[in-house]
């Protein structure tokens, strides 16, 4: 197969596009807001389903600087050359998409709490709403510790992931994927803050209580039913909104 077998990705971006580039900087903005910053490391990537490529921040920005015209086109299939601007890590982003034609949205950050508990040998317990969110669906992903650089690691990835909704990978951050960008972001959130009140709770002295199969199960189809997960991104771009004025105007 050669690149003329594939579409060109530099194409013109249709109006889809263009939106999409729109959701993928707040996406970032909020993944800052939640404490998801390292530098200019760590990505956010969206595709149409069904798409042969992505649209990923760039490079060499921020979280937290991320604006529509640093979201580039890339493409979902590792031997067509990418942009010039395209993360080092994008090879992580297309196995992903690879392997799973339900996910629309990666990401990938070096969140504090979430790379501490992939640190550890600790199992996910439903110590709040969002451990249950994660409980027995949170895999380790070990093979290295290193950036994800090459198609061969990215599937690796890819595997460990599995069915799941996040993985962690061992003193290396996470990678979380949903249904569309809204889903990926809002639960790339509720994971940073799942590891972080268990790493709390690991501290008592006297032990802690979780959930039970029960509520976990109820917790699941109530808190993070779709209809409450486009409520949490509405609220998260809202407070990107308040806290980036600018942000009003992509749209």
Not at 18 to 39: C, E, I
Not at 160 to 173: E, F, S
Not at 177 to 199: D, F, M, N, P, Y
Not at 213 to 224: M, N, S, W
Request: net charge negative.
């Amino acid at each position: 197969m050669t690149t003329t077998d594939k579409p060109a990705l530099s194409r013109e971006l249709r109006p889809v596009d263009l939106r999409m580039r729109v959701l993928v900087s707040l996406a970032a903005r909020s993944l800052s807001l939640g404490g998801h910053d390292d530098f200019n490391q760590g990505q956010v990537s969206a595709r149409l389903p069904g798409a042969d490529y992505m649209l990923i921040k760039g490079a060499v920005r921020g979280f937290d600087e991320c604006c529509p015209d640093d979201v580039i086109v890339a493409p979902i299939d590792h031997r067509i050359p990418a942009h010039p601007m395209a993360p080092p890590e994008l090879p992580l982003h297309q196995a992903v998409y690879s392997a799973r034609p339900d996910v629309n949205a990666v990401v990938h950050s070096h969140a504090p709490h979430t790379l501490v508990f992939g640190a550890t040998d600790l199992e996910m317990r439903p110590v709040s709403h969002d451990g249950a969110y994660f409980e027995h669906r949170l895999p380790r992903f070990t093979m290295v510790t290193n950036t994800i650089l090459d198609i061969e690691t990215g599937l690796g990835v890819a595997e460990a992931l599995g069915d799941a909704p996040a993985v962690l990978l061992r003193n290396h951050g996470g990678v979380v994927v949903g249904e569309s960008i809204k889903h990926a972001t809002v639960h790339a959130q509720t994971l940073e803050r799942a590891c972080g009140l268990q790493l709390i709770a690991e501290q008592q002295p006297g032990g802690y209580h979780w959930s039970p199969p029960k509520d976990v199960e109820a917790k699941r189809e109530y808190i993070y039913a779709d209809l409450s997960v486009r409520s949490y991104w509405d609220y998260c771009v809202s407070k990107v909104k308040r806290t980036w004025p600018e942000a009003r105007t992509w749209s």
